[in-house]
């Protein structure tokens, strides 16, 4: 079942905010409907802006007003159709938080909100990054979490939502992210983790960009002669609890990896199955402290807080006391 | 229009935009980073607060009697840097050294009031300088202190809707200590405000919602001081709050960065630099040459 990934490779950068307005476009030339909405975020020289300008009837731009963006595309949503709405980062689940409960969720209906620049990759500071999201749209009923590793799984993710039924988050970076497949040759379905590299000492568990960094860290574990394992857990909720479990009880250390909060992310729900599941396992959350960020470009402060290939391989050579 | 103005007073202020525009160019240069398009259109304003009609010390920015500025368009902080650099706030080495520097970081794209001395509110996401400010002149009045804030808004930010709820509630507060200034540079991030969502006739909504409304052309200095020597004192008693609309031109004073939204964001190159700088002094000139 080995899926191909990069691990082999120099970097090679993608976009997911690109890769997702292209797929929209593919979408749209195919004659499949949807709406999209957009809050002066989609200028038209980027991919979801070209896709504005072939398909204006089917596009609004609501300015800058996430709360309204929210509710709009809800009422598009209850009007019939699939409706993707892209949100600047940080002001979707900041802003529109009670839109994204009320509205979409609690409506139960099938609007899939793009976050952009999730993490600390808008740069720009505190006030630019994305570091609660996951922590709120995981305590929301009927919310679907994505978290996309590389612009090729964001296709993915924008293909199966088509047919997902209920609301959806996709949470996705600034764009110019290492690619973590080598190729779209893989199985992807919401809400089952894929295991990108095998390995029997400790796992580590990423989402998103950390899929990337953790692979990379896997690379020096093993001329450590560590054997670590790198699972993408591309969907936050559902979550794949019984991959969790059974890396668990196959490695004995799990390590989750995210460009979040350590507060209530992905280490939150990984912890949360562990304990519950009362197995006899090693485990460590790595991501951001709970503090704001500090200021510079996302590799900058990957490696500051220990995010980047040799820090996570550091903080897991502790965790397994080697 | 501006014939009573002090045309010295004018002289003095236009020259020291000019030099902030020179400086706000070569330190955006240097970071790489900044949102010069924005930070260009409110220059003159900024200048004739900092320098003029703020009740303001430099040497002592945590006077409790200072006027307070609320720079709500957070993202236009470099401005405002370029002033402390020129007031003798910070060396510009200073600010180089410290910015977007991890650990050491005092200065950002986003200005944090926690870092540097002279901002009031750490902004950056819009819609909150305007509520933020509103609390600020209740304080006011709730002390009897007789200071005033001020509040600079973007006018893509005006769609923001925590604006309208706040203007609502300076008007039911009646803030007479409160000046709401508009940088209409009719552009947003992605294109024209009017094409995106538009916001006028904005003198008529602030004046719906129970504002005075004064008007100024925001990039002529002549015309802001005009505007800003009515401003009415500062008052706790009640009275209308006050919206300043300023038609302004974005990225001002750079012939290629103006009214474009191409230039909300980003970087400049030395090329650029220099092309830029070398038409701000051209504008310079054509200004000073109309003086006599
Ligand atoms: C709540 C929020 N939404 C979106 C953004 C991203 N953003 C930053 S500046 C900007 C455009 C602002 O336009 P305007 O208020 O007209 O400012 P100016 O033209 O002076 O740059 C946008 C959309 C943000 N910073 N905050
Ligand atoms: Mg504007």
């Known amino acids: ?322 | 229009m501006s014939a009573n103005v002090d045309s010295k007073l004018v002289a003095q202020l236009e020259d020291k935009s000019y030099k902030i525009r020179k400086d706000l160019l070569n330190f955006v240069y240097h970071i790489g980073m900044g949102h010069l398009g924005g930070e260009l259109s409110i220059v003159e304003l900024a200048v004739a607060l900092y320098y003029k009609y703020m009740n303001y010390d430099p040497k002592n920015p945590q006077w409790e009697e200072r006027d307070r500025l609320v720079l709500s368009k957070g993202h236009c902080g470099e401005t405002l840097y370029a002033i402390y650099a020129d007031l003798g706030m910070y060396t510009t080495e200073y600010m180089l050294e410290h910015f977007e520097s991890l650990d050491t970081a005092v200065f950002g794209q986003h200005p944090n009031r926690k870092y540097i001395d002279p901002i009031e509110v750490s902004c950056g996401s819009l819609g909150h300088g305007l509520p933020i400010a509103v609390g600020l002149a209740l304080g006011a009045r709730m002390q009897k202190a007789n200071w005033r804030t001020f509040v600079v808004v973007g006018d893509g930010e005006i769609q923001e809707g925590t604006n309208w709820e706040a203007i609502m509630a300076a008007a039911q507060f009646q803030l007479g200590n409160l000046v709401c200034i508009v940088d209409k540079n009719r552009l947003q991030m992605s294109g024209a405000t009017a094409d995106t969502m538009n916001i006028d006739p904005l003198d008529e909504k602030f004046r719906a919602f129970n504002w005075d409304v004064m008007e100024m052309q925001g990039n002529d200095m002549a015309d802001v001081v005009r505007c800003l020597e009515q401003l009415p004192p500062s008052t706790i008693e009640k009275r209308k709050p006050l919206a300043i609309i300023s038609n302004t031109t974005k990225g001002c004073g750079v012939d290629f960065m103006e009214n474009t939204w191409k230039w909300h964001g980003g970087g400049i190159a030395k090329e650029q630099l220099d092309q830029a700088l070398a038409s701000v002094e051209k504008k310079y000139q054509a200004l000073i040459a109309n003086r006599k």
């Not at chain 1, 295991?195 to 998103?208: A, M, S």
Request: proline residues 4%.
């Open chain 1, 1 to 322: 079942m080995a899926v191909e990934t990069t691990f082999d490779f120099d970097m090679m950068l993608s976009s997911a905010r690109e890769a997702y307005g292209e797929e929209l476009m593919a979408i749209a030339d195919e004659g499949i409907d949807f709406a999209f909405v957009c809050s002066d975020n989609a200028p038209e020289s980027c991919s979801a802006g070209k896709m504005m300008s072939k398909y204006p009837e089917r596009c609004v731009n609501v300015g800058i007003a996430e709360q309204d963006e929210v509710g709009i595309a809800t009422g598009l949503a209850l009007s019939g159709k699939v409706v993707f709405a892209q949100v600047f980062g940080p002001f979707l689940p900041l802003r529109a938080a009670d839109q994204i409960h009320t509205d979409a969720a609690y409506n139960d209906v099938n609007v899939r909100l793009i976050g952009t620049h999730s993490g600390v990759t808008s740069g720009g500071g505190p006030t630019h990054n994305v570091i609660a999201d996951l922590a709120l749209y995981r305590a929301i009923p009927n919310l679907t979490i994505c978290v996309p590793a590389d612009a090729g799984q964001c296709r993915k993710v924008i293909r199966a939502s088509l047919t997902h039924q209920g609301p959806m988050i996709i949470r996705i970076s600034r764009g110019g992210e290492p690619d973590v497949y080598a190729n779209n040759d893989y199985d992807f379905e919401i809400g089952k983790a894929i295991t990108v590299r095998d390995g029997k000492d400790i796992t580590l568990i990423g989402c998103g960009p950390s899929v990337y960094w953790a692979l990379m860290a896997s690379k020096e574990l093993e001329t450590r002669g560590i054997s670590a394992r790198v699972v993408d857990m591309h969907t936050i909720k559902p979550f794949d609890a019984e991959k969790v479990i059974k890396c668990a009880k196959e490695t004995g250390a799990v390590m989750s990896v995210e460009d979040h909060s350590i507060n209530g992310g992905l280490g939150g729900a990984v912890a949360e199955v562990l304990a519950e599941a009362n197995l006899d396992c090693k485990f460590k959350r790595a991501g951001l402290p709970d503090q704001f960020a500090v200021l510079g470009s996302p590799e900058e402060v990957y490696k500051y807080y220990h995010l980047d290939a040799a820090g996570i391989a550091d903080t897991a050579q502790a965790l397994l006391g080697k």
